[in-house]
C-alpha cells in the first residue's frame, strides 16, 4: 500500500505543478518554468538511471538551442516544456538538427 499511496502522491503534485506552470505562462511569468527543469532533471536521473543528466541551460549557456537538459554518456537530449503543441515539437526538432546535434545525441525526449 506503501507503494500506491508514493504514487499518488507524485501524482497529485505533479498535476499542481503542470496547473502553477500553465497559469505563471498565462500571465507571462517564467520563472517557475526554470525551476522546473531542475525538477524534471531529477525525476529522470531517478527514473531512467541518467546519472550524467545536466542542465544545459545552467552548464553551458543561458536558453540553449533546441533541448535544455542531456545526458552525454547516455546519448539522450531532453525537451522540458510547458508548450505540448505539434508547432513546438517541430520547432525544437528544426532547431535541433539546424545546431546538428543528432550528432551528438541519439535519443529525443520531449
Do not use: C
Request: proline share 2%.
Amino acid at each position: 500500500m506503501k507503494h500506491l499511496d508514493l504514487l499518488n502522491e507524485f501524482r497529485e503534485a505533479m498535476s499542481q505543478l503542470a496547473t502553477k506552470v500553465e497559469a505563471a505562462s498565462a500571465m507571462k511569468l517564467y520563472d517557475i518554468h526554470k525551476v522546473s527543469e531542475n525538477l524534471v532533471l531529477g525525476v529522470l536521473r531517478e527514473l531512467y538511471g541518467w546519472r550524467n543528466l545536466r542542465n544545459l541551460n545552467a552548464t553551458e549557456r543561458a536558453n540553449f538551442p533546441g533541448i535544455d537538459l542531456a545526458d552525454d554518456v547516455a546519448g539522450v537530449a531532453v525537451q522540458v516544456t510547458a508548450t505540448p503543441t505539434l508547432e513546438k515539437v517541430k520547432t525544437m526538432i528544426e532547431t535541433f538538427l539546424a545546431h546538428q546535434l543528432d550528432k551528438k545525441y541519439q535519443r529525443v525526449v520531449v
